[in-house]
């Protein structure tokens, strides 16, 4: 394998499919960056330097880095909140914090993230991006609010305003989406999309803002190097929208990831995939750039062309810088109606739908933390969606671990005598489970005399129920009964004994043993 990569060969499916994933990226690019609020050319310097480095220094072979969809609504919430040099120190936070998850070995498990939490917040994502591209179809202009709800109403109020010249440039772009697939020739579908509403538009003046019109022209020469402004007052503000930018980096970045390995069999290193998204991160604000993470669809897109090696991903990169070097006077001729559908084809493509309607049609607790997940992502923030969602998953799990959980009476399997009693724990003992032992103190005032646990099935145990061990063996002890212990796993044994249960605890080996020595 090593040998074709640097054949003639290899280079030559490396710079078709670099090239490939390169137009791609182009249109996406400055969808994106319009969308969170920043000029287009942006997010191209984002697709060219993340792209570059990410290919570089990354753990996976055939990733893809730059803009995506999934950071707009943080994105869009910075820039309203504290501007374009907040968006650039956040952006800077978010790579330092990528850098401190590669150093402490995270990237492993990050991956554990609930399955319900990581569908309910990819499917609000995917409603705001959705929504937020209503305003553009529309032709309806407004000053966009921090949140979904209230951009909603802002919308529905303008909707008088509605012009049918933008709602008909967007229509040919959903048209193209359609059609191109059917041709017979094979045509960069998202290029596409914007190029055929553009040139209809020229063809057929009417009045519809442009990239050129809103944002001015793009500057066709290489990404200029800027130091940042950072204010120490405001990075404590800033901490929580980095964080979040960080997380999600992280996440897409490392699902990506899977998904390639998957695709190509092979095996991504997670934490140096996080060293290279935190460099990534932290190089393009010195250019002007914005977050940035590994992107499925064009990792997809790159594998499916032939690449063979990382070069594709360097390609990748070099294909917008040239496109940025050569073409880009002509990017303020694109109608902002006609990057819409390009953005809610986006949306619609990770809004998660066939895996949320399966966990819905079943009614589970799961459909409930979805539900609170997908809610709070789309009216609150990304932020507390995870931090909540996380948090009634874990409550979820320690409920159903708590149900698998007994401490039973199970005397009759033992050839005791008068005056015993065993008792069976069976599972995992955690804070879930410490009412387990309420029932055994009821014995008290019968007629044993000597209390015998068997620890045979419980694998772990952690220091709530330690206390609520010590609570029992303390009031059987003062109503002047025997407590032993039989079956003591290492774990278990070796909690126990640190924080003094064992002390005045006989234990034994097998319960029998118990039985017979007692």
Same mark, same amino acid.
């Given at each position: 394998m090593d040998n074709f990569?640097?054949?003639? !060969?290899?280079? !030559?499916? /490396?710079?078709?499919?670099?090239?490939?994933?390169?137009?791609?990226?182009?249109? %996406?690019?400055?969808?994106?960056?319009?969308?969170?609020?920043?000029?287009?050319?942006?997010? +191209?310097?984002?697709?060219?330097?993340?792209?570059? %480095?990410?290919?570089?220094?990354?753990?996976?072979?055939? !990733?893809?880095?730059g803009p995506t969809g999934a950071f707009i609504p943080i994105v869009s919430g910075v820039m309203l909140a504290h501007g374009y040099e907040g968006l650039l120190v956040t952006t800077f936070l978010a790579g330092i914090l990528l850098f401190l998850m590669s150093v402490l070995r995270v990237g492993r498990l990050i991956r554990f993230m609930p399955r319900a939490v990581t569908i309910g917040f990819t499917a609000g994502i995917a409603v705001v991006i959705f929504v937020d591209q209503l305003d553009e179809l529309f032709g309806i202009s407004f000053q966009k609010a921090p949140h979904f709800h209230e951009n909603l109403l802002k919308l529905v109020t303008s909707l008088h305003e509605a012009s049918l010249w933008p709602v008909f440039i967007a229509a040919i772009g959903f048209l193209t989406l359609w059609l191109v697939p059917k041709l017979p020739v094979k045509l960069p579908l998202l290029l596409m999309a914007m190029l055929v509403p553009t040139f209809v538009s020229l063809v057929i003046p009417g009045e519809v803002a442009t990239i050129g019109s809103a944002y001015g022209g793009i500057p066709s020469g290489l990404p200029e190097f800027d130091w940042l402004v950072i204010d120490l007052d405001l990075i404590a503000t800033l901490m929580p929208s980095a964080f979040a930018i960080a997380f999600l980096g992280a996440l897409e970045s490392l699902l990506s990831g899977a998904v390639a390995d998957g695709m190509a069999g092979t095996k991504m290193n997670p934490d140096k995939e996080l060293f290279g998204q935190g460099l990534a991160n932290v190089v393009v604000p010195f250019f002007?750039?914005?977050?940035? @993470?590994?992107?499925?669809?064009?990792?997809?897109?790159?594998? !499916?062309?032939?690449?063979?090696?990382?070069?594709?991903?360097?390609?990748?990169?070099? @294909?917008?810088? +040239?496109?940025?070097?050569?073409?880009?006077? %002509?990017?303020?001729?694109?109608?902002?109606?006609?990057?819409?559908?390009?953005?809610?084809?986006?949306?619609?493509?990770?809004s998660e739908r066939h895996h949320v309607f399966e966990m819905l049609k079943h009614r589970s607790a799961e459909s409930l933390v979805l539900l609170i997940t997908l809610g709070l992502t789309v009216f609150v923030d990304l932020v507390v969606a995870v931090e909540v969602g996380v948090i009634c998953a874990l409550a979820l799990f320690a409920k159903r671990m708590a149900d698998t959980i007994d401490v039973r009476e199970q005397t009759e399997r033992y050839v005791t005598r008068d005056g015993q009693v065993v008792f069976s724990v069976e599972g995992p003992l955690f804070f879930g489970a410490i009412e387990m032992f309420e029932h055994v103190l009821h014995h008290i005032h019968d007629e044993p005399d000597v209390f015998i646990f068997n620890f045979h099935r419980c694998p772990v145990i952690d220091v709530t129920a330690v206390e609520e061990i010590r609570r029992v063996v303390r009031e059987l002890k003062a109503a002047d009964r025997r407590v032993v212990f039989a079956h003591l796993s290492a774990?278990?044994?070796? @909690?126990?004994?640190?924080?003094?249960?064992? /002390?005045?605890? /006989?234990?034994?080996? @097998?319960t029998q043993e118990a039985v017979d020595a007692s």
């Open positions: 990569m640097t054949s003639r !060969q290899g280079w !030559q499916k /490396d710079i078709s499919a670099g090239i490939t994933v390169g137009v791609v990226a182009v249109p %996406l690019a400055m969808a994106f960056a319009i969308a969170s609020g920043v000029g287009p050319v942006y997010g +191209l310097y984002t697709a060219i330097i993340a792209g570059i %480095l990410v290919s570089l220094f990354g753990g996976s072979t055939f !990733q893809i880095a002007g750039g914005i977050p940035a @993470t590994g992107a499925i669809a064009r990792t997809a897109t790159n594998i !499916q062309a032939g690449a063979v090696s990382r070069r594709s991903g360097v390609i990748h990169g070099l @294909t917008v810088l +040239l496109a940025v070097l050569v073409l880009a006077p %002509l990017a303020s001729y694109v109608p902002l109606a006609a990057l819409a559908p390009i953005l809610m084809r986006v949306a619609w493509n990770m774990p278990v044994r070796q @909690t126990l004994a640190h924080y003094g249960v064992l /002390d005045d605890v /006989d234990t034994f080996e @097998t």
